[in-house]
């Protein structure tokens, strides 16, 4: 049973949702979510904080579209939450990419290809907010950014990568 309700989210079709998809859906993007409101406030409406850990535990177990879905919404919504609105809409596509492609790339049980997921996933994540950053802010506002978010990238994955085996394990 409970690998079924794994093996059902990781083939999503948005042609049959279920309720119960839906609900699994939005218990992700609240894990999201909950894991970017603990953060600290960086320079130039930055911060860091702990949504990578969620984002990648949800594409690693569940696949690309989940991770697409809970990383974009749930960050975006705690932009908004958070009062750094005007990064919301980046947010949603930033995120978004980075659960999908590391959804896409990550392979159960293979720990190389699950770190080759997170390098492709955070270098989507680290280059999308320095280019916006750079349009929005400035430029030179784009250095502090690189740092905080490959912080945020190793963190996430020396977070995510044992917790989801661990899952992965249990959802056997």
């Known amino acids: 049973m409970r690998g079924d309700i794994k093996n059902q989210i990781r083939?999503?079709?948005?042609?049959?949702?279920t309720t119960?998809?839906?609900?699994?859906?939005?218990?992700?993007?609240a894990f999201v979510a909950v894991g970017t409101y603990l953060h600290i406030p960086g320079p130039s409406s930055s911060y860091f904080n702990l949504g990578e850990v969620a984002i990648?535990?949800?594409a690693l177990i569940f696949g690309s579209k989940a991770g697409g879905i809970a990383g974009g919404v749930g960050s975006a919504l705690m932009d908004i939450f958070l009062g750094y609105s005007l990064w919301a809409p980046f947010t949603l596509i930033i995120k978004g990419l980075e659960g999908f492609f590391v959804g896409k790339i990550a392979k159960e049980g293979d720990l190389k290809s699950n770190i080759l997921a997170i390098i492709v996933g955070g270098n989507i994540m680290v280059i999308g907010y320095?280019?916006?950053?750079?349009?929005?802010?400035s430029?030179?506002?784009?250095?502090?950014e690189i740092g905080i978010d490959y912080a945020q990238m190793i963190i996430g994955a020396?977070?995510?990568?044992?917790l989801s085996r661990q899952i992965n394990?249990?959802?056997?």
């Open 11 to 17: 083939n999503l079709s948005f042609n049959n949702l």
């Open 20 to 29: 119960r998809l839906i609900s699994f859906l939005a218990m992700f993007t």
């Open 56 to 58: 990648y535990i949800v």
């Open 130 to 137: 320095a280019i916006a950053k750079g349009f929005l802010i």
């Open 139 to 144: 430029w030179p506002a784009v250095i502090p």
């Open 158 to 162: 020396l977070v995510a990568l044992p």
């Open 169 to 172: 394990n249990l959802l056997k």
